[in-house]
């Protein structure tokens, strides 16, 4: 149980382009979803928490112009990198935390984009 | 300024013998701890957690010691086995239970 995916798990686009990345929790209710982004090497930085229904919380530095995030239900939140450059070129993650267990939460596989 | 550390950013250990990882952090208030694994291209698997009222939790090969006096937390994983080889973050609370913040990661390499 607790199976979380994303979609794509890669993709290649140009620069001004946007991108969708899609998060879906596939055996549980998640009310809470969050987006971590990865440079190579480091550690996982949280971008933002997003609760089904209403609006992300972004993190400090974070522009939520440039990453929209909607969780509109359950199992599905999406995250858009608009008008994407060579610097949003990262690895992307999501989590999902099942309703009712404050600490676990259960990861995605990853996306990894490429702005060329 | 991080909150969690892990200063090594890497340790090889050979096949059966015991690996151990640590962690440092800087706020007292922080209550609840976890390790999680994290293969290339993946996204991290939770391994074992602790809560600030136990100094010791324990799972199969995997045990995890907490020293509040000294904010350092440590994953022992005895024996150690191949497929044991990749990057294990420290995580804890933040702020409350919604955001996780990790630490910098360290690369575990198991030998034969």
């Known amino acids: 149980g607790a199976v979380v995916s994303q979609h794509p798990s890669w993709v290649i686009c140009k620069s001004g382009t946007s991108v969708k990345i899609e998060c879906r929790s596939l055996?549980?209710?998640?009310?809470?979803m969050f987006w971590y982004r990865q440079f190579p090497k480091q550690s996982l930085m949280l971008m933002a928490t997003?609760?089904?229904?209403?609006?992300?919380?972004?993190e400090q530095g974070v522009e939520k112009d440039k990453f929209l995030i909607n969780h509109a239900s359950l199992t599905l939140s999406t995250l858009t990198v608009t008008s994407a450059h060579p610097e949003d070129s990262s690895f992307y993650i999501c989590?999902?935390?099942?309703?009712?267990?404050?600490?676990?939460?259960?990861f995605g596989p990853g996306t990894r984009l490429t702005v060329t | 300024d991080q909150q969690v550390k892990q200063n090594s950013p890497s340790l090889s250990v050979q096949e059966g013998r015991i690996s151990i990882l640590n962690c440092d952090y800087t706020?007292?208030?922080?209550?609840?701890f976890l390790w999680y694994k994290k293969y290339p291209a993946e996204g991290p698997t939770f391994l074992i957690s602790?809560?600030?009222?136990?100094d010791k939790n324990e799972d199969g090969r995997f045990t995890v010691f907490l020293n509040k006096s000294a904010k350092h937390l440590s994953l022992h994983i005895v024996p150690s086995q191949p497929g044991d080889s990749a990057v294990y973050f420290c995580?804890?609370?933040?702020?409350?239970?919604?955001?996780?913040?990790f630490g910098a990661g360290t690369r575990l390499a198991v030998h034969p």
């Open positions: 989590s999902a935390r099942d309703h009712g267990r404050a600490y676990e939460q259960y």
């Open positions: 055996d549980f209710q998640a009310t809470t």
């Open positions: 997003s609760n089904e229904g209403s609006k992300a919380t972004y």
């Open positions: 706020n007292s208030m922080f209550d609840y």
């Open positions: 602790i809560s600030s009222i136990k």
């Open positions: 995580a804890t609370f933040s702020g409350g239970y919604n955001k996780l913040i």
